[in-house]
């Protein structure tokens, strides 16, 4: 049964403050995981406010079907679906970047090295392919670029070459013990704490379900649909994705100059820079998980 793996809400009462402008505004939480902002959001709501959910996970999916709250609705699909949404429609955006206790802490989902189980790591079970199926194919130098740039591993072309070679001589890893075996007898060296195989999983995992490109598509789309004033909360739990949502913020938080027309007005800055926090001390000690956590918050200005 699911409820043997719990869910802790990271940033729960800080995401949902920096988000929550107006009970009768329509909000989306783009991730909803196991549906912990969502709660909190819909106790805020006031009856003609809204909220519409995104997960690719059918287990969440499944989490969500059971809120009986005709001021929401959850779709299954991934949160760069955010782009088929009606211009200025949301009031505020909620993207919770981190995978869910339960996806991690059950073995068959095959996104955690601490439990053996198939080597999946798909969001979305119904489609695509696993990375036991990927790295059945995979070329060498496909497999460390992968590890390289998504986990930023040292030792990427190391571990690389150990999973075709030991495809060549006992066919293609099926489990993640295996995987996080061949890792450990292949990174010789890891930061103080840290399981030899962190990078590598975490680099299949965004790779397998496009991660990153996910979040950049839902971010250019949070543009058009978030009204004036909205609100565009994201908690991020590793650099690559942080450093995607702060230059985005960035990017979008200044007037741009059309350098061809150097006395025309410039357009109006999109966004503003709202606040950055992280978990405190005591959310650390009460979930570990929550420590890598950065929240960025930005309103956006006049559409």
Known sequence: MESTWQHTTVLLNEAVDALFTKPDGTYIDATFGRGGHSRLILSQLDPTGRLIAFDKDTEAVAVANAIEDQRFSIRHEGFSGLRDMEAGSATGILMDLGVSSPQIDNPARGFSFRGDGPLDMRMDTTRGESVAEWLATAEAGQIAEVIREYGEERFAVQIAKAIVARRQERGPLASTAELAQLVAGTVKTREPGQDPATRTFQALR?????????????????????????????????????????????????????????????????LEALERVKPTAEEIARNPRSRSAIMRVARRTAV
Request: proline share 3%; charged share 30%.
């Open 206 to 270: 965004i790779f397998i379900n496009a991660e990153l490109e996910e979040l950049q598509q839902a971010l250019e789309a949070s543009l058009d649909i978030l009204d004036t004033n909205g609100r565009l909360v994201v908690i991020s739990f590793h650099s690559l994705e942080d450093r995607i949502v702060k230059q985005f913020i960035a990017k979008h938080s200044k007037e741009v100059f059309d350098r061809r027309a150097p006395f025309a007005a410039p357009k109006a800055m999109k």
